[in-house]
C-alpha cells in the first residue's frame, strides 16, 4: 500500500489547493472523541498590474535554491511539513497584526497632522510677512508722496508771482503696486484643502462604506457625531466668550390674579417663578407643601409680596357674569318692537288667535288641538312695523313657560272665550301678569258664537280686580273672532298704542343677550334654543354662554324657517351650535372669546354640581321617620322633546305623589331615548315615558332584550291620567272597612284541648261568622282575628242580632278574658284613585 493510500478518505474537494487542511482530535468526558477536519486559508496575494506575485516560501524549514524548478504537487506531501498553528494562535496573531496595524495608522496619522500644523504655521508666518512688507510698502509709499507734493508746492509759489502763462506742468503721480493681501483661511479649511490635494479623504470612495479590521479598531476613524446638547453647550459657549458677561436681567413685576384658593404650581405660573422658588419660600414659612398642594389666598399673597409682584385678589362668582349692573347709556338706546305674550286658559283659542294675526295655521300641527310648547313669532303689520308674539300653552301642567312667558315680554294678551268664562288656568294668567308688573289687554274670543256673553266676561273680571276701560278701568278689551277674523285690526292698533305708551327701547350695538324660550335636543341639528333677544345683536360665529351650557353661533334660523345672519334686539330666533341643551328661561350672554367661555360654563357647571349633590340637613328624628315609613316607590324615566315639556312633566309626576306612594324620576332629558336611558331603566324596573320621542335603532333593540316598558304620549294630560292609574295599581284595591256589630265577653270556656270559647253578649248590629273581628282589652287592641265559629244553645248559627246572647270561637288566638270586647267588621274593596 502507497503513501496515498494511508491519507485519510475524506478531504475536502477543490480545483486548486487554497487551504491547507488538518484534523484536530476532541476529547470529550467517558472516554468519547471526535476528530475534526481544520482547513487553514492562505493569504492572498494582491499585485499591481504587470508585477510578477513574489514566490511563496515553501513550508520546508530549509530553503531550496530559486534555480531548481517548483518540485510537482505530488512530491510535496513526502516532504516533512511544518508545525500547524492552533485557532488559538491564529487568533492571537490575527489580534497582534490588527493591533501593529491600527498604531501603524494612528503613527501615520499622527505625522499627518504634525505636518499639517508646521505647514499651516509657516504659511501664517508667511502671510504675516507679505503683509508687514505691505504695509511698509504703503507707508513709504505715502511718505514720498507726501514730499514730493510738498516740493512742488515750494516751487510753484515764486511761479505764481510771474503770471500764470509761464506756469510749469506738475509731473505724473507715480504709485507703487501692492499686492492684494490674500483673505485669512480657517486652520480646519487648509488642512482639508491639502487632504484633498493629496488624495488623503475622499480618495477611495468605493470603499469607504465597507467596514475593516482596522477601521474597526481604529478610534480615530468612525467616531460618532457630536449630540445635539454638546453642539448648544458649544454655542453657548461662544456666545459668551465674544459677547462678554451678560447684564442681568430686569426683574419683570406681574399683575397675578389670587382666587380664593389656588395651586402652588398655578401660582408659580401666574408670577413668572419657578415652582421650586415658591417651594422653598413656604418652607421658610415653616409650611411643608409640594407644587400640587392648594393654599389659601392670605399665603399666596405673602408669597405675592415676597416676590415683589403685585396681587389682584378675585372670588369665585367673580368668573361669572353679571349683566345686572351693565346698563346702556341714554344716547345708544333706539326703539324695537314689543314682545306680546298670549295668555289664557286651554282650548280658548290662543294659537288660533295668533295663526289669524300672521296668517298661518300652528294649530293643525298641535298634538290634541292644544299647545305644548312656547312658540315665537314675528310679525309685520300694515303700517310695517313688526310685532312679536309669545305663544303659551294653557294646560295646567304648564304653569312655569306661563310664568317665563310673563318674564320676558311687554305686554300680555289676555284671552278669555265668551262661551266658557273665567277659568282656573285665565285666572293664573292674571296673577302671573300682576307679578311680572306688565300692562294687560283683554281678547274676548269666539264672539261669533250665539252663546257668547262678552259683558257676562267683563263683570266676571271684576272678581279679579281687572277692569276694562267700558267699565271706567284702565284696561283695555277687545271683542275678536279668531274663527272669522273680526276685530283684529283693532287688536294690532291698541297693541300699538300700548308699545308706543311704553317707549320701547334698547341698545343694538353691543354684544348681544337674550333669554332661552325654548329648548330641545333634534336628531340632524343638535342642541337648538329658541331665544329671545333682549338687547344687542347676535351675530353667526359669536362666541356664548348659556346657563351652564358654552358655544358658538353656527346658524341663525327666523321663525319662518329662514337662515339669517344677524338678530336684532326683540327678535325670536333658533340658534345652534350649543354645547348641550340649556334649561328654559336661561340667560344667553356673548363674551369676548372661547376661553372666557368655557371659563364661565365650567364655574356654572361645578355650582349645579354642588347644589345637586348637596345634602338636605338631617336629624335622627328624619332618619328615623325615613327608616319607619312604608312609602312606596314609582321609579320613571322621562324623556321628552323640549325642555320646557320635561319640567311640565316632572311637575305633573310629582303632584301626583301622596303620603303612601310617591314618584321617583330617576332621570329626565332632552330628545330621543337612548341606550343609556333603556340600561338605567332596566336596572331600576321602571317603565320609560316618552313625550313625542321616540327611541333610536340600538335602544329598540335593548328595549326587546331588557323587556323594559315603553309609555309613549303626546298629550299632556292622557299622560298624567296613565301614571295615577299605574301608581294606583302598584298600591293595589283600596280597603275599607266597615263595622258590623260590637260585642263584650261575659266568660271564657275551655273548647277543646287548645283553643277556648268566648261566651258574648252582642251590644250593636249583629254577629256573623266567617268575618273580622278585633278583640279589644281597655281600648287596646290585643290581636285582629276572625270569627272561626258561631254557636247559640249548642247550635251553630249564621248571625246573631243585638241584644242576644252567644258563643264564638276565634282564629288563632286564646288570649281571651271576660271584660274584652269585639269589634266585627267587613272589609270592602274598590278602585283605587290618586
Not at 401666574?270 to 409640594?290: I, P, Q, S, W, Y
Not at 305663544?391 to 310664568?403: E, K, V
Request: glycine share 6%.
Amino acid at each position: 500500500m502507497s503513501d496515498e493510500e494511508k491519507k485519510p478518505a475524506r478531504k475536502p474537494l477543490g480545483l486548486k489547493r487554497a487551504v491547507d487542511a488538518g484534523e484536530v482530535k476532541q476529547t470529550f468526558s467517558h472516554g468519547r472523541t471526535n476528530k475534526v477536519a481544520v482547513e487553514v486559508k492562505r493569504r492572498r496575494k494582491l499585485v499591481k498590474p504587470g508585477e510578477t506575485p513574489a514566490p511563496e516560501p515553501a513550508p520546508e524549514p530549509a530553503p531550496e535554491p530559486e534555480a531548481e524548478a517548483p518540485a510537482p504537487k505530488k512530491a510535496a506531501p513526502k516532504k516533512p511539513a511544518a508545525p500547524k498553528e492552533t485557532p488559538q494562535e491564529r487568533v492571537a496573531r490575527l489580534q497582534r497584526e490588527a493591533e501593529e496595524e491600527r498604531l501603524k495608522l494612528a503613527e501615520e496619522a499622527r505625522k499627518r497632522d504634525e505636518d499639517a500644523a508646521k505647514e499651516a504655521a509657516a504659511t501664517q508666518k508667511k502671510r504675516k510677512a507679505r503683509s508687514r512688507k505691505a504695509e511698509e510698502e504703503a507707508k513709504a509709499t505715502t511718505e514720498a508722496e507726501a514730499a514730493a507734493a510738498a516740493a512742488a508746492a515750494v516751487e510753484e509759489a515764486p511761479a505764481a508771482k510771474k503770471g500764470s502763462d509761464d506756469t510749469p506742468t506738475p509731473a505724473a503721480r507715480k504709485f507703487t503696486p501692492v499686492a492684494k493681501p490674500e483673505a485669512k483661511r480657517p486652520e480646519k479649511q487648509e488642512k482639508k484643502k491639502r487632504e484633498d490635494k493629496r488624495g488623503g479623504r475622499g480618495g477611495d470612495k468605493r470603499r469607504s462604506g465597507k467596514l475593516t479590521v482596522s477601521r474597526a479598531l481604529n478610534e480615530d476613524e468612525g467616531r460618532r457625531a457630536r449630540s445635539l446638547a454638546a453642539l448648544k453647550r458649544a454655542r453657548e459657549k461662544e456666545r459668551r466668550l465674544h459677547g462678554g458677561p451678560s447684564a442681568p436681567r430686569e426683574k419683570q413685576v406681574r399683575d397675578v390674579i389670587v382666587p380664593e384658593a389656588i395651586t402652588v404650581g398655578e401660582l408659580a405660573k401666574r408670577m413668572g417663578e419657578k415652582g421650586a422658588d415658591l417651594v422653598k419660600a413656604l418652607f421658610n414659612l415653616d409650611m411643608m407643601v409640594t407644587v400640587n398642594q392648594t393654599i389659601d389666598a392670605d399665603t399666596a399673597e405673602l408669597l405675592v409680596e415676597e416676590f415683589g409682584h403685585k396681587i389682584k385678589r378675585v372670588s369665585e362668582s367673580d368668573v361669572d357674569i353679571d349683566t345686572t349692573e351693565d346698563q346702556d347709556p341714554e344716547e345708544t338706546l333706539k326703539p324695537r318692537p314689543p314682545v306680546v305674550t298670549i295668555m289664557g286658559h286651554v282650548d280658548h283659542g290662543k294659537t288660533s288667535l295668533l295663526d289669524a294675526l300672521r296668517g298661518t295655521d300652528v294649530v293643525k300641527g298641535e298634538a290634541g288641538g292644544i299647545t305644548q310648547h312656547i312658540g315665537a313669532y314675528q310679525i309685520t303689520t300694515k303700517d310695517k312695523q313688526k310685532l312679536t308674539f309669545l305663544d303659551t300653552p294653557g294646560h295646567a301642567a304648564f304653569t312655569q313657560m306661563r310664568a317665563r312667558g310673563a318674564n320676558v315680554t311687554d305686554i300680555v294678551i289676555l284671552v278669555v272665550a265668551a262661551d266658557d268664562g273665567i277659568m282656573p288656568q285665565t285666572i293664573e294668567a292674571i296673577n302671573h301678569t300682576k307679578a311680572a308688573g306688565v300692562p294687560m289687554i283683554v281678547a274676548i274670543n269666539k264672539c261669533d258664537k250665539p252663546e257668547a256673553n262678552p259683558d257676562n266676561i267683563r263683570n266676571r273680571l271684576l272678581e279679579h280686580e281687572v277692569i276694562v276701560e267700558s267699565l271706567s278701568g284702565d284696561v283695555q278689551d277687545v271683542e275678536v273672532s279668531a274663527l272669522k277674523g273680526d276685530g283684529l285690526d283693532e287688536l294690532i292698533e291698541k297693541i300699538l298704542l300700548q308699545a308706543e305708551l311704553l317707549e320701547l327701547k334698547a341698545n343694538p350695538d353691543r354684544f348681544a343677550e337674550a333669554t332661552v324660550v325654548e329648548a330641545q335636543l333634534d336628531k340632524g341639528r343638535g342642541p337648538v334654543a329658541t331665544v329671545l333677544i333682549t338687547r344687542g345683536t347676535l351675530k353667526r360665529g359669536d362666541t356664548f354662554v348659556v346657563g351652564a351650557e358654552s358655544g358658538r353661533v353656527r346658524a341663525l334660523v327666523d321663525d319662518k324657517g329662514k337662515q339669517i345672519k344677524e338678530a336684532g334686539p326683540a327678535m325670536p330666533v333658533e340658534v345652534l351650535g350649543l354645547g348641550g341643551v340649556p334649561a328654559a328661561g336661561d340667560q344667553l350672554t356673548v363674551v369676548e372669546n372661547e376661553q372666557r367661555a368655557r371659563e364661565v360654563s365650567q364655574y356654572r357647571q361645578e355650582k349645579a354640581t354642588e347644589q345637586r349633590t348637596a345634602l338636605a340637613p338631617t336629624s335622627f328624628d328624619t332618619m328615623f321617620n325615613n327608616l319607619a315609613s312604608d312609602v312606596i316607590e314609582w321609579p320613571v324615566v322621562v324623556k321628552a322633546d323640549v325642555q320646557g315639556s320635561v319640567e311640565a312633566i316632572v311637575n305633573a309626576l310629582h303632584n301626583l305623589s301622596n303620603d303612601e306612594i310617591k314618584v321617583r324620576v330617576l332621570h329626565a332629558g332632552v330628545g330621543a331615548i337612548t341606550e343609556s336611558d333603556v340600561t338605567l331603566a332596566a336596572a331600576s324596573n321602571a317603565p320609560i315615558v316618552g313625550f313625542n320621542v321616540r327611541p333610536n335603532a340600538k335602544a329598540r333593540g335593548l328595549v326587546e332584550k331588557e323587556k323594559v316598558r315603553m309609555m309613549y304620549y303626546d298629550v299632556i294630560y292622557h299622560l298624567t291620567e296613565e301614571v295615577a292609574k299605574e301608581m294606583a295599581g302598584e298600591l293595589g284595591p283600596e280597603r275599607i272597612e266597615n263595622v258590623v256589630g260590637r260585642a263584650e265577653v261575659k266568660q271564657v270556656f275551655p273548647a277543646g284541648k287548645k283553643d277556648k270559647a268566648a261566651g258574648l253578649l252582642v251590644l250593636d248590629g249583629v254577629i256573623r261568622k266567617g268575618l273580622h273581628a278585633r278583640l279589644t282589652r281597655e281600648d287596646v287592641i290585643v290581636s285582629a282575628t276572625t270569627i272561626a265559629s258561631l254557636r247559640r244553645f249548642k247550635d251553630d248559627v249564621d248571625e246573631v242580632r243585638a241584644g242576644l246572647e252567644c258563643g264564638v270561637v276565634l282564629e288563632d288566638t286564646n288570649d281571651i278574658k271576660a271584660g274584652d270586647n269585639l269589634e266585627v267588621f267587613e272589609v270592602e274593596e274598590r278602585e283605587r284613585t290618586l
